[in-house]
C-alpha cells in the first residue's frame, strides 16, 4: 500500500501545511523507503536547506537519522522525538493502516530549548566554517519538550483521523 492510495497527493500538502503552521518545523511525509512523497517545501531556519542541500549533508545528517528513527516508530507505532547528528530536532510519527506500516510523517529544523547545533560536526560533514554555521543558527527557533510533545501528538492525531477516514471509507 502506497502513501497516495490512502489519501491524493493533495491531502498529504495540506498535512504538511497543518504541520508548519502549528509547529513552526519543516514538515514532511515520508515512505516506507524514507523518500518524501511530496515537493512541498518551506524551511524553517537556514542551516536546514545548506545540509540538506549539500553532497554528504542530506546523506549522512538528515537520511540517517530518519531511516533510524523511521525503524524505531515502526518499532513501537509511537512518535519518535530525537535530535540529528547536527542537533537539531526531529519528530517522527509512524503511519499505519491496520497493521501495515506505510510511511511516517513529522518534521524537523527547530533546536531544543537547551540545546544547539553541532557546528564542529556540520563543518567535518559538510566542510562550512563554523562562522557559517553560527551565523546560520542566528534565528533558529527553540522548542520546549512541552511544545515538542504537543507537536508530536498533533501529528499523532491528524495521521489518526487520515487513517480512520480511509478505512472507514474501505469497509
Known sequence: MELTDIQPMEKWIE????????CKIQSVTFNIEGARITDYVKWSNRLCP??????????FICAVAHMNMAAQAKKTRKPVVEECDAGILKIVVPIF???EFVGTAGGCGRLPSDGEVD???INKTI?????EIEGLVSDMGTMTAEE???????VEGEI??????FENGQE
Open 119 to 121: 557546528a564542529f560536526m
Open 148 to 154: 515538542v510533545q504537543a507537536c508530536a501528538d498533533f
Open 15 to 22: 498535512l504538511e501545511k497543518k504541520i508548519i503552521e502549528k
Open 127 to 131: 566542510g562550512i566554517t563554523e562562522e
Open 97 to 99: 493502516v491496520k497493521d
Open 160 to 165: 489518526k483521523s487520515i487513517v480512520e477516514a
Open 50 to 59: 545548506v545540509i540538506k542541500g549539500s553532497e554528504k549533508g542530506g546523506p
